[in-house]
């Protein structure tokens, strides 16, 4: 590990190693390429993104043009990953977004940014849990016909999550890989077998590709309705920047993270986009809308996939599309804890949270603490919706994800300009500083990713559904305002006071990345 100045080039604020400054390194060399895409892609979890967002936005979002939402998606965010990996060829840390905002626009915007990512994390994990909760205890009641509280599952879930936490990252990444393959290879067996039969009652719907569908809304609503689909597309990928949290485990970081972080932006935009056009085309452009919006009785939009499952593939392709979507489920909150965690670590080792939470397993090399933390509070959010007696689904994964999403969309924003600013404002690397690449692709992302921002905003008590009349709801804003404000003042008060701390906001890196 090192310790290094974000000021001007040549400054330096001292290094720091392994057992000589408190600083333990995650285990290297942990996961390669393969495994980095499938724990960012875990986070994105592809078949509860399309089960869970597409109906949202067929039906009450863009109609038929949700394959153009994603399709705007997809080219904004990977304009926004330009800057990213730009960042991340030069800084690898387990804090990402924490070290690139601190490098780039300051320790001060640095402090809030990771308190705010440390955040979005920690929710997203418990609001992962409540959906997998839900769809669990769904399948288990139809299917086995037991029904015990959704409670249970989630607590269940937790324990398993937490007890894989505390071993290396190598054997999480096998069990998403596992996974991952098993619901992208549904998602693509069901889509394929739509385009070899030539579409639905309108063909391929060729059509439903043409960008500016994504500018149209279904109904009376038009442009809010447009901005209801574009917010769920985008709420699709939350998670994918994840890359970077895993460049001090992995091999080559400098070559993985910028690879991994492109493989998973565009290779997730494509097969959404993919899955999306043959899902409306499948189902016909009229009835996908009807099914969708509810307005076919007896459909649900979970029957946008299950009709096209039957038909080509049979009945018990439903079954395990059924089961794949809780493994999917579980597999994204796993993947949010391993976030989470590293969040945790990474302020925590140095020095700005508690420093038990910068030590790793002296065996597994894990963030150990870092991760039983994460359990506890992710334990203690899922026992707070259970007492409160409020639904898995309706309440504890769709507020929870709200605020989350709502948090890190700020702070992908804020990268973005984080990276003009540490190549052009402060000058940084002028051999990787290039005017696309490091001005006006992250300037572009930055105001795109503020527009989703703005999206969400707008759009929040559509997303949330019955529960925008709850206290919680009503407080998200608040929330991500407070830990914002709350992670400012804290860095004035440390640089005020304790200086030497201050200098180490979002400096502890791998070594091999120390600039040369």
Known sequence: MAVRSGGVAGETAGRERPGAGGVDRLKADSVGLVGVVFMALATAA?????????PIIVGQGNGAGAPAAYIVATVVLTVFSVGYVAMARHITAAGAFYGYVSHGLGRVAGMASGLLAVLAYVVTEAAALGFF?????????????????????????????????WFDLHLTARVLGVALVLEIGVLSAVSLAVLLSGGGPDGLAAGTLNPLNALKGVGSSGTSAAGLGLFFAFWSWVGFESTAMYGEESRDPKRVVPRATLISVIGVGLLYVFVSWMIVSGNGVERAVAVAGGAVPGKDGNSLFFDQLAAHLGAWAVKVFQWLVVTGSFACAMAFHQCAARYLYAIGREGLLHPALGRTHPRHGSPHVASVTQSVIAVGLVAGFLAAGMDP????????ALLGTMAILVVQTLCSFAVVGYFHVRGRHPETAHWFRTLAAPLAGGVA??????LLVLNRDAAAGEAAHTLLFRLIPYLVIGVFAGGIGLALAVRRWRPGLYARIGRVVLEDAVER
């Open 449 to 454: 990713m503020a527009g989703v921002v703005v």
């Open 46 to 54: 592809p078949i509860t993104a399309m089960t869970g967002n597409l």
């Open 133 to 165: 909760a839900y769809s669990l205890r769904g399948l288990v009641r139809s299917q086995l016909g037991v029904d015990v509280g959704w409670g249970w599952y989630a607590l269940f879930g937790a324990a398993v999550i937490g007890v894989m936490g």
């Open 393 to 400: 689904y309706a309440h504890l994964y769709t507020l929870l």
